[in-house]
Structures are given as C-alpha cells and as structure tokens.
C-alpha cells in the first residue's frame, strides 16, 4: 500500500485545516487506518485512527472534541479534520495503514506496516 498525504499548512490558531491521506496499491477498505505527528525534536505520538469500515474511532486525549477522523472507502482516502488548532499541533503529520491491529496496539506506531511520507503543519499563536 503507497499512501500519500497532503493538506498541511502554516494557520493562526484557532484555524482549520483538513489533512487527507490517499491510498493506492492495496484493498483499502481492509486497513485500519491511523494518523500520527512528531514535532521538532519529539517523539512521534498517536492522534487518531479509524477501523477499516469506519465503525470504531480513537484520539488522543489531547485532541478529542476538535479532530475528527473518516474515511471514503470508495476514494480509498482517510481524512483528519483538525479544528481550533493549537500552536502545540504544530507537527508533522504522518499517515499510516495496517490490517489486523488489535485494539490494545492501535496507538502503536510500530503496529502499522505503511507510511505516508508526511505533510507540515504549522499553528502559529
């Protein structure tokens, strides 16, 4: 599976921006798919994911309530909608897809086997 993520962007805080990750190569609607960041000279962290027929979603606690996750599973895309963006999400974002993670794991970097190569965003204060 080849992902490619786009939508990243320099915003003022309290701004929105929509990050999409585009799939190809794979039978997309099988994957789980998850978003991660790392910002500058911190580790990679956990933001969201969404089971592979959208049924089950799942945040970090730091962004519940202002990023929602979802996916098109007939445009082979997952989708991040950030809202009132912090200058603490400033990051890299970071798309990932796997097949078979179980729950306890889903917030494992190391549980996905395919990576997007990354989109900048940036949340000025």
């Known amino acids: 599976v080849q992902l490619q993520a786009s939508g990243g962007g320099l915003v003022q805080a309290g701004a929105s921006l929509r990050l999409s990750c585009a799939a190809s190569?794979?039978?997309?609607?099988?994957?789980?798919m998850g978003w991660f960041r790392q910002a500058l000279g911190k580790e990679r962290e956990f933001v969201a994911a969404?089971?592979?027929?959208?049924?089950?979603?799942y945040y970090l606690d730091s962004v519940k309530g202002r990023f929602t996750i979802s996916r098109d599973n007939a445009e082979n895309t997952v989708y991040l909608q950030m809202n009132s963006l912090k200058p603490e999400d400033t990051a890299v974002y970071y798309c990932?897809?796997?097949?078979?993670?179980?729950?306890?794991?889903?917030?494992?970097?190391?549980?996905?086997?395919?990576w997007g190569q990354g989109t900048q965003v940036t949340v000025s204060s």
């Open positions: 990932a897809a796997d097949r078979g993670i179980i729950l306890s794991e889903i917030r494992r970097g190391d549980s996905y086997d395919y």
């Open positions: 190569g794979g039978t997309f609607s099988r994957y789980t």
């Open positions: 969404i089971r592979a027929n959208g049924g089950n979603t």
